[in-house]
């Protein structure tokens, strides 16, 4: 056998193993969708009966179009509702959950993961598209940060109404399935990880997220209540870790309908405050040493992002720029309440 022959069949040699591993681990829907910068999509349903049960979880059909591989129209029949709960209630347009037959699923050969969060646009107009973006840039910042994160899609969706007729482009966030954020790390959802101190997490996991929420000026979340956090139980038996979600409520998407928190005085939705008071500072200086050194990513992400204008990115890179100022003066804690 000559050079040549023997490079071809230890080739294949070495790429059948592989290929067989590949096929044993089917992709979810949102890796076959995903594209790296955006995608388009018409979601066909009745938008009369979406609005009029924005309030429930009754679910109503729709059809899913977008452009597969080499330019092809695909059509998937899937449910939709809406979902949230703040959000349903004073958004123009709820947010939804997009649910996919896992007959469907399996016959083209994905995983059987069937639930995706759609962020859409609270509010019609340029608003809702500003702070739409915006919630994209912070999970995108987010990623630069920990491994642990929900990978997200950009989206301009083209809501249809077949019986009306009715038209609405918008643009929106396609989140990945929660189960599907858990198989990435061979771990478990845990729902009922309630009230849990942050050295029962992974060490520097809780430090790094805590700060990021003071980064963007959120404090509409809770570790005590899970609320706005995903909890992860490696199961390896390695402490749990926390992924956080929903940031539209944060000092830097500054959406108009976010309010203060006045549980912890919180005086406007830009005022930074530190809510996690079992936290000392101390703790934080790893987690503030990697948000300095990612400064200029941070940066250079919002300032490449083509989609937002420059006064909202000007805007965003100065409430950034203040909270590496607030680090000087020290991380600002909650005022006591008067009983």
Same mark, same amino acid.
């Given at each position: 056998m000559n050079f040549f022959a023997r490079f071809v069949c230890t080739l294949i040699c070495l790429t059948c193993p592989l290929q067989s591993v590949w096929t044993q681990q089917a992709i979810s829907f949102f890796d076959y969708i995903g594209r790296t910068d955006l995608l388009e999509i018409d979601l066909a349903t009745d938008l009369q009966s979406l609005r009029a049960q924005r309030n429930t979880n009754d679910y109503q059909p729709a059809t899913l179009t977008f452009s597969a591989e080499k330019k092809q129209r695909e059509a998937w029949e899937i449910k939709i509702r809406s979902r949230g709960k703040y959000r349903r209630r004073v958004c123009q347009f709820p947010p939804l959950k997009l649910n996919f037959p896992?007959? +469907?699923?399996?016959?083209?050969?994905?995983?059987? +993961?069937?639930?995706? %969060?759609? #962020?859409?646009?609270?509010?019609?107009?340029?608003?809702?598209?500003?702070?739409?973006? &915006?919630?994209?840039?912070?999970? %995108?910042?987010?990623?630069?940060?920990?491994?642990?994160?929900? &990978?997200?899609?950009?989206?301009?969706? &083209?809501?249809?109404?077949?019986?009306?007729?009715?038209? #609405?482009?918008?643009?929106?966030i396609l989140m990945e399935d929660e189960a599907a954020l858990a198989k990435r790390f061979d771990a478990k959802i845990?729902?009922?990880?309630?009230?849990?101190?942050?050295?029962? @997490?992974?060490?520097?996991?809780?430090?790094?997220?805590?700060?990021?929420?003071?980064? #963007?000026?959120?404090?509409?979340?809770?570790?005590?209540?899970?609320r706005?956090?995903?909890?992860? %139980?490696?199961?390896?038996?390695?402490?749990?870790? #926390?992924?956080?979600?929903? @940031?539209?409520?944060?000092?830097?998407?500054?959406?108009?309908?976010? &309010?203060?928190?006045a549980d912890y005085g919180q005086a406007n939705i830009r005022e930074r405050i530190f809510i996690q008071t079992d936290i000392p500072d101390t703790s934080l200086y790893p987690a503030i040493e990697q948000f300095k050194s990612k400064r200029k990513a941070f940066e250079a992400t919002i300032m490449g992002f083509k989609y937002l204008g420059r006064p909202s990115k000007n805007d965003m890179l100065a409430y950034l720029a203040s909270f590496y100022d607030s680090l000087d003066r020290g991380i600002q804690r909650p005022t006591p309440q008067k009983p």
């Open positions: 896992k007959a +469907d699923l399996k016959a083209r050969g994905l995983s059987g +993961d069937d639930e995706y %969060k759609l #962020i859409t646009h609270c509010l019609n107009g340029a608003a809702g598209k500003e702070y739409l973006l &915006r919630e994209y840039l912070v999970y %995108k910042l987010y990623e630069q940060l920990s491994p642990f994160h929900f &990978r997200v899609q950009l989206c301009k969706v &083209r809501y249809l109404d077949p019986k009306t007729g009715e038209k #609405i482009s918008a643009w929106a845990c729902a009922d990880c309630y009230a849990m101190k942050p050295d029962q @997490f992974q060490e520097g996991n809780p430090e790094q997220v805590v700060l990021f929420q003071y980064f #963007i000026g959120n404090t509409d979340w809770s570790l005590m209540l899970l706005n956090l995903l909890m992860l %139980k490696p199961k390896s038996g390695s402490p749990p870790i #926390i992924v956080p979600f929903d @940031f539209d409520f944060s000092g830097l998407v500054n959406a108009s309908y976010a &309010r203060p928190n």
